[in-house]
């Protein structure tokens, strides 16, 4: 070994390198402060090898991003886990970077001579922010492809150039096919070049100048890097590392149903680094909007670019630093106020229950008519919660007449319209999630509801209006008194125009049906 | 006469064919199709702050984006939020000689 390490620091000069990267002298009092550079460059390199591993599998394309998405997901050996890594990375890097950033800030490492290295900083943040916005677009699901509306739209208020740089970040005539290669092509090509670059220039910056050290000099000799402080990044990265595991396994990413430009029951949310900017947007009505998305980002920028040159001199304690650092924490608290009430502003809908219609309807496709067709190893593949692609019309049609698009397959399975209503209501609300769980009782009565109440009476907001609102109907009247109005309604209600349903229901449906009507108070 | 609920107004996907580079697809547009006076309106489903799809809210009558709470009235004019115009119309008509609606996305 001492001879090949001999031959090789003959040839490439590796003691040197390894004196020079091991033996940089840090000021004394340097300590736990100064491992997020460390941190930052170890996830940048977990980063790296899974996204190289995710690369192997993913497939940029509209017809086969999300799918291949699911594949790692489901089928490639420790795919989810990857995805959870890389996933998480962005955030754990992002944060990693903001407290470095706050670090600098506080302790007025930016000064004279370490100007270029806080702008070479300030770059490789934006760097890391367009690596998580192009990154999210690649599934290709909805929330993919929302964000990516939206990031194209604040890209166009920009004065002057924003036509010519939402054309060049969409690619084609819309977002579609070739907005997908442009944006993998920049995540994967453009930004890793871009930050390797970088990331050099503010390693070369960060040794030509040293570390700024504590910012009341300790006395004391310098100490070299290797070996006290070398051991606290790397326990700093291992307490990472473990963090980082453990988000992967115990809360791995989700993948929201495909991309869907029609599809109206999506709240689009995005990545929760960028709420703060969304929450932004919606304070400025009309022709203000440009404030809120190009301009209070930018003056915020630049304000943080000239910092160097605006607080200067002096000593680096920030007890004599406060007109500089309160306008620092005051666009901090804003940048985590507005994240806050970003993150609280969910609209009422996303969480709604499955009405009676769409539980009868998953009953419906769980039952012969669909699964003759759609089950492992026949002609259609089973249908399956966050797996329908196919357009609601596409399904209203299908669901009206299977052969009309699958041609000559099966002959229409029977049913009726109030049952091809409830698979249509179902199979929109099965693209994004599952239907919660239905016992036997359960199933019948949604599914004698949906088939012979719902056509004049409404329950939890659907429904017809020739009859009364069902909703509350344990209100009106006890079980025998439901079922016996059900079965013959005049014997109830001599002005009754309901029609009797003793002849088309049998004793036990009405029954069940009038006990669970009972029961909804 | 083309058959529009009256109390609400007609969700509409408008499939066409669509070409995008290599990539030929069908895509679709979602159309809001209305009464207005004699004849028809017809609104864009993109919100005009920074584009996601409105829907018609029935409890409320109104339309509602759901990213940023742009708030449209029926006839697609601003009621609140950040939109800065009103829903954008879309061309339509009726065929003389099929009596279909057509739309122009």
Not at chain 1, 108 to 128: D, N
Not at chain 2, 59 to 80: I, L, M, N, Q, T
Request: charged share 20%.
């Amino acid at each position: 070994v001492r001879r090949l390490a001999a031959w090789l620091d003959e040839r490439a000069g590796i003691r040197m390198l390894r004196r020079h990267l091991l033996d940089e002298p840090l000021p004394a009092g340097t300590g736990w402060l100064f491992t997020l550079g460390s941190v930052i460059l170890f996830g940048l390199a977990v980063q790296t090898i899974t996204g190289i591993a995710l690369a192997l599998y993913y497939a940029p394309t509209p017809d086969h991003a999300w799918d291949s998405v699911r594949f790692i997901t489901t089928g490639v050996r420790g795919g989810a886990f990857l995805r959870g890594l890389h996933h998480w990375g962005a955030s754990i890097i992002v944060v990693a970077v903001v407290l470095h950033l706050v670090r600098v800030v506080f302790q007025a490492s930016f000064r004279t001579p370490r100007e270029l290295t806080w702008l070479a900083g300030l770059l490789l943040l934006l760097i890391v922010l367009a690596f998580g916005l192009t990154g999210y677009l690649l599934p290709w699901d909805q929330r993919a492809y929302w964000a990516t509306v939206v990031t194209i739209n604040i890209a166009q208020l920009t004065p002057v150039i924003g036509d010519a740089m939402a054309a060049v970040l969409r690619g084609g005539p819309g977002i579609g096919a070739l907005t997908l290669t442009r944006w993998y092509a920049a995540h994967v090509l453009v930004l890793p070049a871009a930050l390797a670059a970088l990331v050099g220039v503010h390693l070369y910056l960060m040794r030509h100048h040293g570390i700024t050290g504590p910012v009341r000099p300790r006395p004391g000799p310098s100490r070299s890097f290797y070996p006290f402080q070398a051991a606290r990044d790397l326990a700093m990265s291992g307490v990472i590392a473990l963090v980082w595991i453990a988000l992967a396994s115990l809360a791995p990413p989700s993948l929201e149903p495909p991309a869907d430009p029609t599809a109206s029951d999506y709240v689009p949310r995005p990545e929760w680094y960028f709420l703060g900017l969304f929450q932004l947007l919606k304070f400025f009505p009309g022709r203000w909007e440009v404030i809120g998305a190009i301009v209070l980002p930018g003056v915020a920028f630049t304000w943080l670019a000239l910092l160097p040159w605006i607080d200067r001199g002096g000593s680096r304690d920030w007890r004599t630093r406060r007109l500089a650092l309160s306008g620092f924490v005051a666009f901090g608290l804003g940048a985590v106020a507005l994240t806050v009430a970003g993150a609280l502003d969910r609209p009422a809908r996303a969480t709604e229950e499955w009405t009676i219609q769409e539980q009868a309807g998953t009953v419906l496709i769980a039952g012969d008519a669909c699964v003759r067709c759609h089950a492992p190893g026949r002609v259609a593949p089973p249908i399956e919660p966050g797996r329908i692609g196919r357009p609601a019309d596409w399904l209203a049609m299908h669901v009206e007449d299977p052969t009309a698009l699958a041609l000559g397959l099966r002959e229409a399975p029977p049913g009726n319209q109030h049952d091809r209503a409830a698979i249509v209501a179902a199979l929109a609300r099965l693209r994004a999630g599952r239907p919660p769980p239905l016992d036997a009782a359960a199933s019948q009565i949604a599914v004698l509801f949906s088939r012979h109440c719902l056509r004049c009476h409404k329950m939890d907001r659907v429904g017809g209006s020739e009859g009364p609102d069902l909703t509350h109907a344990g209100r009106n009247g006890d079980a025998a008194q439901i079922e016996r109005r059900i079965a013959d309604p005049p014997s109830v209600d001599p002005n009754a125009e309901m029609p009797a349903f003793g002849d088309k229901l049998t004793v036990e449906e009405i029954r069940v049906l009038a006990a669970w009507l009972a029961w909804k108070r | 006469m083309f058959d529009l609920p009256a109390d609400q107004p007609f969700t509409a996907v408008i499939a066409d064919r669509h070409t995008d580079g290599w990539y030929a697809t069908r895509r679709q547009t979602v159309v809001f199709l209305d009464r207005d006076g004699a004849g028809y309106r017809a609104l864009s489903a993109q919100c005009t702050h920074l584009g996601c799809r409105v829907s018609w809210e029935a409890a409320r009558k109104e339309y509602v984006c759901p990213c940023h709470g742009g708030v449209y009235a029926r006839d697609g004019r601003v009621v609140s939020g950040p939109p800065p115009a009103p829903l954008v119309r879309v061309p339509v008509r009726v065929n003389p000689q099929t009596a279909d609606l057509e739309v122009e996305v």
